[in-house]
């Protein structure tokens, strides 16, 4: 049971002799301390739940002015405002008592016979017990420290027993609203200061930055516990600054694991590891060893946008001259493909753990078509016939300039689209009216296109053996990149 004094016990005081002015559904609001002040805005120098004392000096002549100063108190934090009679308190403005109202906000009159420290000594009094209590806390949050150094404990269970000692509910989040610790959940988003030197008291609660190298990691907002003993702003900072030291951790751990990542996918590509032992690392990195994986070779990725787009897929990376391969679920693919601008190729699916080197040269292949055909992702497989070409540069150019060299001779000194009109006619499966609508042609020119190809090649297109001589030869020439 709390010992914290309420501002109705401070009225049913004899001693003090206060008289409510308004604001009475607020009388059951607890107090921390009770301090004078004569500042128009004193809430830079306030913790929330006091009652603040003043002779009337602060208090603005406008009813509009008097309006905003209670609503600033309330905002803060603040239990109830006392006013001395007799003093310098200004005529109060009909709409100073109806904002007093609205929110719950005690206004107490303070009997001139009365000195202000009566009431500060009576709320410290009360609270005595409430501050050994609040040490103790602090003493034990202190050693928070010590319990995930001895008993490894994880941040969920962590920060439910810093919940248990401190009295608050405790909630974080990235700058953007997003988790920010694992099993530490995410606060109602109107909580957030707007600017960041914004006091830490807001209703109910406090909320701090995690400080982190760079900035503020995120925001760790803390509630008061219904029945609990709040230990205050004190606890509620170590707290913040455990959620920092756990962020670094997580980050520390991922860049670890980002490492070795990289380094088990070069090993695991220069095949050097033996099935077992790349199935044991695989599965201490978080990799499922018992479904299937792909190889993605990514081309055209910024760093932190790739890194981003596969956060939460389990999957190793590694930077290698102008792209990256990652390795994963099949899933990963999707992921990738989102990403504007990007040349992916993906393998085929395999066992986790065995020779990388056949899905290497498909992840290869697959990227370079890619970004031939502009495509985000290509699949290996998904072109029956490209991907039994050989990958040697010498070997695809004699085969172009051995079928297709007149024709792109042709082309180049008559500016015509010989190559372009035969390739689209066999990608359209000889429909000549189809193909010629997609190159906005008549049916009757395309048909001259490919008698002059013909002519000029030496190969007859109704051929069997001669079709399939040119169609190999025009995916060498796209290969090479040697097609408009």
């Known amino acids: 049971m709390t010992t914290r004094i309420t501002v109705e016990d401070l009225v049913r005081s004899p001693a003090l002799q206060l008289r409510v002015l308004g604001g009475e559904a607020g009388l059951a609001r607890s107090v921390s301390w009770a301090h004078v002040s ?15 004392m003043t002779t009337g000096i602060a208090i603005p002549r406008t009813a509009a002015g008097q309006r905003a100063y209670l609503e600033r108190l309330d905002d803060a934090g603040v239990s109830a405002l006392a006013l001395s009679a007799q003093l310098h308190v200004p005529p109060l403005h009909r709409e100073f008592f109806a904002a007093a109202e609205e929110r719950g906000m005690p206004l107490l009159e303070v009997p001139l016979a009365v000195p202000f420290i009566a009431i500060a000594q009576e709320v410290a009094a009360a ?42 509910d405790v909630y974080a989040c990235t700058p953007q609203g997003r988790p920010l610790l694992d099993g530490v959940p995410v606060p109602d988003l109107s909580a957030l200061p707007g600017e960041a030197d914004a006091p830490p008291t807001i209703p109910g609660g406090f ?3 995690v400080p982190a ?30 959620a920092a030291l756990q962020v670094a951790m997580a980050r520390h751990e991922r860049e670890t694991l980002r490492r ?36 993605l070779v990514v081309r055209d990725a910024d760093d932190d946008a790739l890194r ?19 390795l994963g679920p099949p899933s990963l693919g999707t992921a990738v493909a989102a990403l504007p601008g990007v040349s992916a190729g993906a393998s085929r699916p395999f066992p986790p753990g065995e020779s990388m080197r056949v899905a290497q040269r498909e992840a290869v292949w697959a990227a370079a078509r890619a970004r031939e055909s502009g495509r985000s992702l290509v699949h290996y497989g998904e072109d029956t016939t490209g991907r039994w070409l050989p990958d040697d540069p010498w070997t695809l150019t004699a085969l172009v300039e051995h079928v297709l060299g ?8 008559h500016g015509s689209r010989l190559l372009a009109s035969v390739r689209t006619w066999m990608e359209r499966d000889r429909r000549t009216e189809e193909a010629a609508a997609a190159l906005h042609i008549h049916p009757n020119t395309l048909a001259y296109r490919l008698r002059r190809f013909a002519e000029l090649t030496g190969r007859d297109l109704s051929s069997t053996a001669a079709f399939a001589e040119v169609w190999l030869a025009i995916r060498a020439a796209g290969q090479l990149g040697m097609q408009d």
């Open 207 to 209: 909320v701090l930055p």
């Open 308 to 326: 981003r787009s596969v956060d939460g897929l389990p999957h190793l990376m590694l930077r290698r001259g102008d792209g990256h391969y990652l």
């Open 38 to 52: 004569e500042l128009e805005d004193p809430t830079p120098w306030l913790l929330g739940a006091e009652v603040i």
């Open 260 to 295: 070795e990542g990289a380094e088990t996918l070069s090993e695991l590509l220069q095949d050097v590891l033996d099935p077992a032992t790349a199935r044991r690392r695989l599965a201490r990195m978080g990799l499922p060893v018992d479904g299937e994986a792909v190889l």
């Open 406 to 413: 007149e024709a792109l001779a042709y082309d180049a000194r």
């Open 127 to 168: 609270v005595q017990e409430d501050a050994r209590q609040r040490l103790g806390a602090q003493l034990q949050v202190f050693g928070a420290l010590r319990w995930l150094a001895a008993e490894d404990l994880d941040t969920a269970t962590l920060f439910r027993r810093l919940e248990r000692l401190s009295g608050y």
């Open 213 to 242: 190298p760079g900035g503020p990691a995120g925001f760790l907002v803390a509630f008061e516990r219904e029945g609990a003993r709040p230990a205050g702003l004190a606890v509620v900072q170590h707290i913040a600054t455990v």
